[in-house]
T-cell receptor, first 111, second 112 residues
Framework: SAVISQKPSRDICQRGTSLTIQCQVD?????MFWYRQQPGQSLTLIAT?????????ESGFVIDKFPISRPNLTFSTLTVSNMSPEDSSIYLC????????FGPGTRLLVL | GQQLNQSPQSMFIQEGEDVSMNCTSS?????WLWYKQDPGEGPVLLIA?????ELTSNGRLTAQFGITRKDSFLNISASIPSDVGIYFC????????????FGTGTSLTVIP
C-alpha cells in the first residue's frame, strides 16, 4: 500500500482565516480523495481530486469553501476557506480505487 | 450521501472474548472494506472483500461479504487490549465508481 503523509498534522486557527492542507503520496496514484471527519462522527467524502482538471465535489461541499489542487499524481492540497468553528474536524486524504488507504489526518480546531 | 448502518454502536468486553459487529445497507455493494481507527490516527485498512459470500481472515480478524450484498460482518477472536479503537465499515457500488460510503462506527473497549 502507498505511504501517505499530511501537513500540518494539527492546527488551531482563528475564524475567518484559511488553512491549506497538503497530502503527499510516495508513489503515483490515479485516484485521490479528501474526507472530513467531524468530532465523534464517521467519514464524509468532500471531493475527488482529479489530476489536471477540477475536483469533483460531493453534495453539500463547494469549491469556494474547499478549493482543491492536484498538480501531479503524487500531491494534492485542500484549502478550508473562511473558517468557522463548525469547520473544526479531522481532514483526511486517501488514495486507491478498489480499496482506499488513508493518511494520518489533519486535526483542525477553529476558534 | 448514503451512510451505512453499523451495529453495535459501542461494545465493552473482557479481554479474551470474541467480538462481532455488522454493517447493513439498503443498497447493493460490490466492495466492502473494514477499518480500525485509533485516537489521533487515520483509519487503517483491515480487510477488503470483493465478492458476495467471501470470507477473509487477517490474523484474529475475520470478515464476510454478505450473500445479499447488502451487509458485511467483522469478527475478532480472543480480544486483546490493543484491539481498542473505532471500527468502520465502508462500501462502494459500481454505479458510483470509486466512491466509498462509511458506516457509523463501532467503538470497542477491551477490559483487561
Amino acid at each position: 500500500s502507498a505511504v501517505i503523509s499530511q501537513k500540518p498534522s494539527r492546527d488551531i486557527c482563528q475564524r475567518g482565516t484559511s488553512l491549506t492542507i497538503q497530502c503527499q503520496v510516495d508513489s503515483q496514484v490515479t485516484m485521490m480523495f479528501w474526507y472530513r471527519q467531524q468530532p465523534g462522527q464517521s467519514l464524509t467524502l468532500i471531493a475527488t481530486a482529479n489530476q489536471g482538471s477540477e475536483a469533483t465535489y460531493e453534495s453539500g461541499f463547494v469549491i469556494d469553501k474547499f478549493p482543491i489542487s492536484r498538480p501531479n499524481l503524487t500531491f494534492s492540497t485542500l484549502t478550508v476557506s473562511n473558517m468557522s468553528p463548525e469547520d473544526s474536524s479531522i481532514y483526511l486524504c486517501s488514495v486507491g480505487e478498489e480499496t482506499q488507504y488513508f493518511g494520518p489526518g489533519t486535526r483542525l480546531l477553529v476558534l | 450521501g448514503q451512510q451505512l448502518n453499523q451495529s453495535p454502536q459501542s461494545m465493552f468486553i473482557q479481554e479474551g472474548e470474541d467480538v462481532s459487529m455488522n454493517c447493513t445497507s439498503s443498497s447493493i455493494f460490490n466492495t466492502w472494506l473494514w477499518y480500525k481507527q485509533d485516537p489521533g490516527e487515520g483509519p487503517v485498512l483491515l480487510i477488503a472483500l470483493y465478492k458476495a459470500g467471501e470470507l477473509t481472515s487477517n490474523g484474529r480478524l475475520t470478515a464476510q461479504f454478505g450473500i445479499t450484498r447488502k451487509d458485511s460482518f467483522l469478527n475478532i477472536s480472543a480480544s486483546i487490549p490493543s484491539d481498542v479503537g473505532i471500527y468502520f465499515c465502508a462500501g462502494s457500488r459500481l454505479s458510483t465508481g470509486n466512491q466509498f460510503y462509511f458506516g457509523t462506527g463501532t467503538s470497542l473497549t477491551v477490559i483487561p
